[in-house]
């Protein structure tokens, strides 16, 4: 009985390494993958990928590197993006990206580096225009869209060269509109776009564009504590860069509309409780000056600007946006406090550029 027992034991012994060495022997061979694997078949693109690679091939064409060294021969020269405005070859990007650059160039979608002039900036709207010097490469502007028609959760898509990694697309929606970006100077671009699409250092001075390839915004910052993309990017819209480029590429300059004053800083009105505008100087045969306007005497605070034609201003960035919806040459009623007595005083707006 024994030895039958034996018998059995070492059959089911033997039986158990024959399986255990024919799997291993079938997952060593049999299923080994040690020949290029073939390549399984696959459906279409989406409609929505087919429509994006469409708009990446149409757009991308159009979007250029910039680099800009400063003037110093250690100075570390800025870096972003830029578009194609016009078959003259100028093409627009931010003014941060180009500031104090002694020398510019735009690395182009082939490949082909070119020098590029300054032609005009407007630091109020954090907007440049440079123009490429001796390209060989066919120029294909943008075709551009308006900000009016925009509605929060459409999409859209930025290209750019983010960190220096070029043509590069990232895509989101619309999170808000209306968004006011500050500038230069206490300054304030309004109607800003808010979107989530990937934007990081680099992508500065890149087209936003809408699902059908036009142009609704210049990518322009992103809020972020790390510096890297946090899904709230900003775009300067279309409208306002359809007015601002055209200024600059004709006179290399945009008007800036004032009325010769200066104020105290925001923060030292609120620490003496003044509410309004502190004018601190006035400029001597100024706008203001003529209309009898008076800034700071000694420790006296003569005159505080509280309301610009009937709507109050408590910021230099409210008082500029409203002095620029007037317009230079406009007339602006001011509501004047000084001494405790309310007054009206017309000044005309003036260029203070």
Not at 282 to 308: N, S
């Amino acid at each position: 009985m024994n030895s039958r027992f034996g018998r059995y034991a070492l059959i089911w012994i033997l039986l158990i390494l024959t399986i255990y060495v024919a799997d291993g022997f079938v997952r060593n061979t049999l299923f080994t993958e040690d020949e290029p694997r073939p390549i399984a078949p696959r459906g279409s693109l989406t409609e929505l990928e087919t429509s994006t690679v469409r708009l990446f091939e149409n757009t991308a064409p159009s979007v250029v590197y910039i680099f800009a060294q400063g003037s110093g021969s250690g100075e570390q020269g800025g870096a972003g993006s830029g578009f194609i405005w016009d078959r003259a070859g100028h093409v627009v990007t931010n003014h941060h990206v180009i500031a104090n650059a002694q020398r510019i160039a735009a690395r182009l979608d082939t490949g082909e580096v070119v020098t590029a002039r300054l032609v005009g900036s407007a630091p109020d709207y954090d907007l440049a225009v440079v123009r490429l010097l001796e390209a060989r490469t066919t120029r294909r502007p943008i075709p551009l869209g308006d900000s009016k028609s925009l509605k929060v959760g459409q999409s859209v898509f930025a290209i750019g060269n983010p960190f220096g990694l070029s043509r590069t697309l990232t895509s989101g929606i619309i999170s808000a509109l209306d968004r006011r970006l500050p500038t230069a100077d206490n300054r304030e671009v309004a109607g800003v776009i808010q979107t989530d699409a990937a934007i990081n250092p680099g992508n500065s001075g890149g087209p936003l564009v809408d699902s059908a390839g036009r142009l609704i915004g210049v990518n322009t910052a992103i809020l972020s504590e790390s510096g890297s993309s946090a899904g709230i990017g900003f775009a300067v819209p279309v409208d306002v860069v359809n007015r601002i480029v055209p200024q600059l590429i004709k006179d290399g300059r945009v008007p800036r509309p004032g009325i010769g004053i200066t104020v105290l800083p925001e923060e030292l009105a609120a620490r003496i409780g003044v509410e309004g505008l502190v004018v601190a100087d006035v400029l001597p045969g100024g706008a203001a000056a003529k209309a009898g306007l008076a800034g700071v005497t000694g420790q006296r605070v003569v005159d505080v600007i509280t309301q610009v034609d009937g709507e109050p201003v408590h910021t230099l960035a409210a008082f500029a946006a409203a002095l620029d919806r007037i317009g230079i040459g406009g007339k602006a009623n001011l509501t004047v406090l000084r001494d405790g007595n309310r007054r009206t005083v017309t000044v005309t707006v003036i260029d203070i550029s």
